[in-house]
C-alpha cells in the first residue's frame, strides 16, 4: 500500500520548451504533496507543498512563475517546469501525505530525471 | 530554523560488519526524526522514524537508531550489514509536528564483500 509513481521516469527537452512531470498516489488519496528537487550527490531540497484544491505555498528562492504546481485532485499533482534551461536539469522527487494520517506520514515517489539541452 | 548535518558522505563497511551512520540536528523546538534509505534510480523508503517515546527506535532491515536530545544526534545503526543495504541514507527532521521534512546531505553506504 501507500505508493506514489511518476511520469515521466526521464525526460529529455530542448531549452525553452516546457515539460510537464505527474505525480500520482495509486491507492490512497493525498491532500498535501510536495515537490523536491535533488541534484547530483546532494540532499533532496523542499520545492514547494501543494495542496488539493489551492495555490501551492513555495520556498523561498523557488521561482513559481517557472516551476508551475497544480493539485487538481486527491491523487494527482504536476509540476511543470516552464521554459526549461540546462541550470533545470535535476532529479524531481514528489511526496505524498496520506489524507487523514500522520503528518508525519510521507510517501515518495521514484523521481524523474530531466534534462535539458 | 531546523537543519541537518550528516558528516560522512561515504561509508565503506565489510559485509557483516557493524555500522553507524552520524545525524546531527539543529533545532529550537522539539522535532520528528526520520531515516530514509534511497537505491539507485528509486525514491526515497522510510527506515524508521522518532516521534515520541522511547529514543531508541527499531526499523526495517535490521536497523535502529538512538535519539539523543542532549547531542542533539539521531544515529543510525545496523550490527551485520549486508551487500543489499548499499545504498544512500539520508536523515531528516521535521520541526514542531509539521509536515515539512529538512534533509540531511546523505551517506553512501557501500557494503562490500
Known amino acids: 500500500g501507500a505508493v506514489v509513481s511518476q511520469h515521466p521516469s526521464w525526460v529529455i527537452c530542448k531549452s525553452g520548451t516546457s515539460v510537464k512531470i505527474e505525480c500520482r498516489s495509486l491507492?490512497?488519496?493525498?491532500?498535501?504533496m510536495f515537490w523536491y528537487r535533488q541534484f547530483p550527490k546532494q540532499s533532496l531540497m523542499l520545492m514547494a507543498t501543494?495542496?488539493?484544491?489551492?495555490?501551492?505555498?513555495?520556498e523561498q528562492g523557488v521561482e513559481k512563475d517557472k516551476f508551475l504546481i497544480n493539485h487538481a485532485s486527491l491523487t494527482l499533482s504536476t509540476l511543470t517546469v516552464t521554459s526549461a534551461h540546462p541550470e533545470d536539469s535535476s532529479f524531481y522527487i514528489c511526496?505524498?501525505?496520506?489524507?487523514?494520517?500522520?503528518?508525519?506520514?510521507?510517501?515518495f515517489g521514484p523521481g524523474t530525471r530531466l534534462t535539458v539541452t | 530554523a531546523q537543519s541537518v548535518t550528516q558528516l560522512d558522505s561515504q561509508v565503506p563497511v565489510f559485509e557483516e560488519a557493524p555500522v553507524e551512520l552520524r545525524c546531527n540536528y539543529s533545532?529550537?523546538?522539539?522535532?520528528?526524526l526520520f531515516w530514509y534509505v534511497q537505491y539507485p534510480n528509486q525514491g526515497l523508503q522510510l527506515l524508521l522514524k522518532y516521534l515520541s517515546g522511547s529514543t531508541l527506535v527499531k526499523g526495517i532491515n535490521g536497523f535502529e537508531a538512538e535519539f539523543n536530545k542532549s547531542q542533539t544526534s539521531f544515529h543510525l545503526r545496523k550490527p551485520s550489514v549486508h551487500i543489499s543495504d548499499t545504498a544512500e541514507y539520508f536523515c531528516?527532521?521535521?520541526?514542531?509536528?509539521?509536515?515539512?521534512?529538512?534533509f540531511g546531505t546523505g551517506t553512501q553506504l557501500k557494503v562490500e564483500l
Open positions: 491507492d490512497f488519496q493525498a491532500t498535501t
Open positions: 531528516a527532521v521535521s520541526e514542531g509536528g509539521g509536515n515539512k521534512l529538512t
Open positions: 533545532s529550537s523546538v522539539s522535532v520528528y
Open positions: 501543494s495542496n488539493e484544491g489551492s495555490k501551492a505555498t513555495y
Open positions: 511526496s505524498a501525505q496520506l489524507a487523514g494520517g500522520f503528518r508525519d506520514e510521507q510517501y
